[in-house]
């Protein structure tokens, strides 16, 4: 072996020429060791012949256990770190003591994605150490086909991602279309910086302006971006994420701004956004699908079309608890005018419940969004009483973010009482959505609790019922009509009531004379046709009054 090769390091070895998928599971430290040649594992002693240090290791479990059925890949780990072997690569499952050998020896151990060929690997990486390494274009297109089959795996975005960023050795990040960050994995991850790192990467001014546009950015799929990062001594390589010709996020590749990027790194910028395209589209079609059968499930059940019994196995089939759990219903509707869409606010949620990492059920519904969201067991009576801390964090989330991005925008949202078991889940629902009204009529911008409505409570879930309207107009007889003289007799009423009845303080807060209020009440009785003096009729006419603001609302 000629000294005049060039220095090959374990990275180099990982972006060069191993297949995508394998990741570094131990001894990650010792990357940058230099490696001199490769040896495969025989299956008859000696399994590796004539080491001299500095070697790639090469193996799988199954060829192991040929060569011993005794033998484990802790004990080739202590023998190899003997002759100064500089990394090992395995096909197959790596145990705990095996990883927690190569950390001790600083041994870079690497776990190589099944259906490796170790001949066809061992060609390929000494065609790199002899200085024939693949160009960029046809390593690239290695990284593609592995890509794609290991996507066809199913084995997620986070995977795909993190598989990368072993291989490049560069910390990669995406993000959506929001510049919300959807998963991040690489050596900066870990920085004590990247809180901050974050957040210059969710600055939409560093990016190109034709990025932020959806259409022009899926024209750029193919020009990537170079944006420094000069207060973090960073740099990162953007492109946009594009499928279905409409820029669906942002794939970064980051260093530190002395690094330069090379060739390569195109290669793992341009096939890995479009990876990263289809584990999109894949999960969007999962979402899509389960809302479906999660909407028609909830619509059903809410309505009382579909058996309890088999809405609950429905329900544990989608991860849910319904008998195990106490889940409250959370409805919210947007109020006024040129307000966003409800999809919109449906997306909002679901990126709430993922970050808090809530258990709950979403669905878009005629109505606005409904949520059931799974609450704390209650510890006492008086527990009961107040907003479940799981549900409250929840709408609050949601809604500190919607005033951020829609200042001029307006929620209402409600919340009912905790369900037990599924068969009150329809219960809380119409609680939900009766507090829900009661906040977009008052213009309340908080979370709404149906417990801390008082006798609307009750009035609320009334209020669609002919009965409930025919005891207000027969209660206050002609001062149900609207006219400006019952506005005054109406207001009149309420500070009366207000004031417990007490004359004096009610003509004061009116600024009247006290003769005047007499006449007043005395006008009222008449177009009232009732006797305040009678008990009976006076809690009937603080009902009435109740019930007008909640349909004049």
Known sequence: MSDSRPVVTVQDMLRHTMPVGTRIVAGRDGVT???????????????????????????????????????????????????????????????????????????????????????QLERDCVRLLVGTPPSPEERGRAIHEQLLQLSTANRGLRA????????SGLTIVVQDKRLDILTAVGELVESPNFAAIEAALRDPAALPTHFLDRH????????????????????????????????????????????????????FLR???????????????????????????????????????????????????????????LAACWTG??????????????EQVALL??????????????????????QSTAARKVMPRAVRQLAE????????????????????RPAESLAQWRTSYQEATAAQRIAAQ????????????????????????????????????????????????IQTLEVFFEEHGNLSQTASRLHVHRNTLLYRMERIAQLGGFDLDNPETRLAVHLALKIRRLLQS
């Not at 307000?339 to 949620?349: A, G, I, K, N, Y």
């Not at 990492?357 to 209650?378: D, I, K, R």
């Not at 989330?397 to 951020?404: G, Y």
Request: hydrophobic share 45%; proline share 6%.
């Open 397 to 416: 989330a949601v809604l500190s973010r919607l005033r951020a991005q829609f200042p001029q925008a307006h929620l209402a949202v409600g919340v009912g």
């Open 33 to 119: 060791k230099p490696i001199s040649w490769v040896a495969v594992l025989h299956t008859r002693p000696p399994a590796f012949p004539s080491l001299e240090g500095r070697e790639l290791a090469l193996l799988s479990i199954d060829a192991l256990h040929l060569l011993s059925d005794k033998l484990t890949l802790a004990a080739i780990i202590h023998d190899l770190a003997q002759v100064d072997v500089a990394a090992l690569g395995v096909v197959g499952t790596i145990d705990p003591a095996a990883r927690k050998a190569a950390e001790s020896y600083g041994i870079p151990l690497l776990n190589l994605p099944d259906g490796t060929v170790l001949r």
């Open 216 to 267: 022009q950015a899926a024209q750029h799929a193919d020009s990537p971006a170079l944006i420094h990062l000069p207060e973090h001594n960073l740099q990162r390589l953007t492109v946009p994420i594009v499928a279905n010709r409409l820029g669906r996020g942002f794939f970064s590749l980051m260093a530190e701004s002395q690094r330069a990027f090379e060739p390569l790194d195109g290669q």
């Open 271 to 329: 096939h890995g956004a479009a990876v990263c395209a289809l584990e999109m589209a894949k999960e969007k079609a999962i979402r899509e699908a389960q809302k479906r059968v999660q909407g028609s499930l909830l619509e059903r059940l809410l309505l009382g079309n579909i058996p309890l019994d088999q809405a609950l196995r429905q329900l544990t089939r989608l991860g849910y608890q319904p008998n195990d759990k106490p889940y409250a219903a």
């Open 160 to 167: 795909v991602i993190a598989a990368l960023a072993d291989l």
């Open 357 to 378: 990492g809530s258990q709950a059920l979403v669905q878009l519904m005629e109505s606005g969004v409904v949520v059931f969201c799974q609450a704390e067991q209650p």
């Open 442 to 489: 008052w213009r309340v911008h908080q979370p709404l609790y149906f417990a801390d409505l008082g006798v609307y409570r009750l009035l609320s879930l009334l209020l669609e019922t002919p009965e409930l309207r025919s005891f207000y107009r027969e209660t206050l007889g002609e001062l149900a009509d609207e006219s400006p003289s019952n506005g005054d007799f």
């Open 337 to 350: 005018e040129n307000v966003p869409s409800d999809r919109r606010l449906e997306t909002t949620f679901n």
